[in-house]
């Protein structure tokens, strides 16, 4: 009797086993599904918002023009008035999308950094890369560098370009060394932040009247001077680089759960953070080149994104741009709605938003926390 039942049980025990695998990967696939619902909704959601802040942004401004005004200045420019005209074309438009343009830039930077350097902390504006492009950009300002072959614009976007990729590598070599820490990564951030920045206070002393206003703009991130031709160049930068990012998501995930573990898939981790350098090095210089230095979008907005989606990269990549475009564009309606009648700088509003947000951080790090 006793054998019959042993018997009994051992041939039922599998069907048992198998019908809790069966029901645990049923759910584990349920809570995936659900997982990848709500993250879609997040991007759903976050487009529709960043649509709705691109239009009041473009409403924003002292000359008061109402919705329907601008739509049919942009459908139908040749019936505005010349003056209407270019405060759409001009002025309105350029500022509004380079705002995107560069808040997506500056947050995708900062999320792939932080992957990379693997510190919460890393920023292009944090660890001192926008600064050492404000410097390469004031370099080429101030000596009034200059080449044949290629154009102004372009010699200082290469200029920022070049010291911001430099400083980029001196920053993972420091990180190499020693095994140095996260707060160590931070003091040596700041460190740069503070030698380029004294080295561009230098160059305001013995620059003219004429040079010195351009390199106070570096000071102060400004869309003022938005351009066309500047929300061009920027965009093709973007339209390169996103999809280089978004095609190393998986191998970035992976990197994420260390580097041991990334080499183990098979992944070339060196060549992996040597090309993620290069693009954060692109988008950061770009965006310095072009508006100035222009804190805490790519400190912030990475944070955000993993706090929506989590840490998968396929999706904390394209929610990092998104939420990046999104808190920039707010802070260009508010840089205009703020003092009424002036345009106050972009880099003191998201420094103003940023700095609790910063310390907010560094103290939810602390042991005991």
């Known amino acids: 009797m006793k054998n019959s039942v042993a018997l009994k049980a051992a041939s039922t025990a599998p069907a048992r086993h198998a019908g809790v695998r069966g029901d645990g990967f049923e759910q584990t696939k349920a809570a995936y599904r659900g997982l990848l619902v709500w993250r879609t909704t997040v991007i759903a959601v976050l487009v529709v918002m960043l649509i709705a802040s691109f239009v009041f942004d473009l409403t924003t401004g002292v000359s008061g023009m109402s919705v329907g005004d601008l739509v049919h200045g942009i459908l139908h420019p040749s019936d505005m008035a010349a003056t209407d005209r270019v405060i759409i074309w001009n002025v309105r438009l350029p500022f509004s999308i380079m705002a995107l343009l560069v808040g997506a830039s500056l947050a995708l930077a900062g999320a792939e ?60 070599a420091l990180s190499r060394l ?14 740069l ?28 991130g400004s869309l003022a001077r938005a351009t066309w031709d500047k929300v061009a160049i920027l965009a093709v930068a973007l ?43 692109v988008l950061s210089a770009m965006a310095v080149a072009f508006v100035g230095t222009i804190g805490f979008i790519g400190l912030v907005g990475p944070h955000i994104a993993r706090l929506l ?50 310390v907010a951080l560094i103290f939810k790090g602390r042991p005991g926390r």
């Open 309 to 358: 989606v989590g840490e998968d990269q396929r999706f904390t990549l394209p929610v990092s741009t998104l939420v990046g475009a999104l808190l920039l564009s707010l802070s260009s309606i508010a840089s205009k709605t703020v003092l009424p009648g002036m345009i106050v700088p972009v880099g003191i509003v998201t420094a103003l938003v940023g700095v609790p947000v910063f």
């Open 239 to 281: 339209v390169i680089v996103v999809p280089l990012s978004f095609g190393s998501s998986s191998a970035l995930t992976a990197l994420r759960m260390g580097e041991e573990r990334a080499i183990s898939f098979g992944i070339d981790v060196k060549r992996l953070r040597y090309f993620s350098l290069l693009r954060i090095s």
């Open 113 to 172: 950094m932080q992957t990379v350097l693997n510190n919460p902390l890393a920023s292009p504006f944090t660890l001192g890369v926008a600064s050492a492009a404000a410097l390469g950009a004031s370099t080429v300002i101030v000596f009034h560098i200059s080449f044949a072959w290629i154009s102004y614009n372009w010699l200082i976007s290469a200029a920022a370009f070049l010291f911001a990729f430099c400083s980029v590598l001196l920053l993972d």
């Open 178 to 191: 020693r095994a140095a820490s996260m707060e160590t990564m931070v003091l040596l951030g700041i460190a």
């Open 193 to 220: 932040v503070f030698s380029c920045n004294a080295i561009v206070l230098l160059f305001q002393l013995v620059a003219t009247e004429d040079v010195l206003q351009q390199l106070v703009f570096w000071s102060v």
